[in-house]
Every structure is written in C-alpha cells, then in structure tokens.
C-alpha cells in the first residue's frame, strides 16, 4: 500500500476554479490506477475520475465531464484533479484513492465548498 496526502481543498464561488493534489509516498507505478472519489453529508462516496499511472483508460462520471481533468505527474509521485465551473453541487470531501490489483489506499480527505 500507499500513502496519499490530498491538499488544494477550499471554499470558491461558483464558477471557480480548483486544484487538488494528491501526493503518493512510495513508488506508484504500472498496475495502479489513480482516483478521485467524493462523499457528499447524507450521500454515499462515488467516483469522480480515474487514470491508469502509465496513461489512458481515463474514467469520469458524467456530472463532471467537460468541467474537471484528471492528470499526473511521474516525477513528482502526484496526482490532481483540475476543478473548473465548479457547481454547489460538487460540494464535498474529495478523496484520493491508489487501486493497485485491487488492493486500495485512501488519502484522508479534503473539503471542497462551493457557495452559490
């Protein structure tokens, strides 16, 4: 396993824009599939994107197309999420997640607020 430490999480108006960071410590490389995930109060956590580390087989759900990007950085061993036209609907805790043949590290979280 991994360990993942998001930051980047904050309190933006509508239409705003932010980026997430998620900083792996060990080596991640082919076989890990990097996440995105939130959980809403009262709702249950769901997929916001994915990429496989070596590139492609990019997933995001679809209330989120068009607006976030997923991407990574090799060298630095970081994951982010790149927020635009952010919606008081994508209020959450964004979690960072590491899938390597199934087995599963979760960063702790950080909270995004987007006010109307």
């Known amino acids: 396993q991994v360990q993942l430490v998001e930051s980047g999480g904050g309190l933006v108006q509508a239409g705003g824009s932010l980026r997430l960071s998620c900083a792996a410590s060990?080596?991640?490389?082919?076989?890990?599939?990097m996440g995105w995930y939130r959980q809403a109060p009262g709702k249950e956590r769901e997929r916001v994107a994915t990429?496989?580390?070596?590139?492609?087989?990019?997933y995001y759900a679809d209330s989120v197309k068009g607006r976030f990007t997923i991407s990574r950085d090799s060298a630095k061993n970081t994951v982010y999420l790149q927020m635009s036209s952010l919606k008081p609907e994508d209020t959450a805790i964004y979690y960072c997640?590491?899938?390597?043949?199934?087995?599963?590290?979760w960063g702790q979280g950080t909270q995004v607020t987007v006010s109307s």
């Open positions: 990429t496989s580390w070596s590139g492609g087989n990019t």
């Open positions: 997640n590491a899938n390597r043949w199934g087995v599963l590290s």
């Open positions: 060990g080596r991640i490389g082919s076989g890990y599939v």
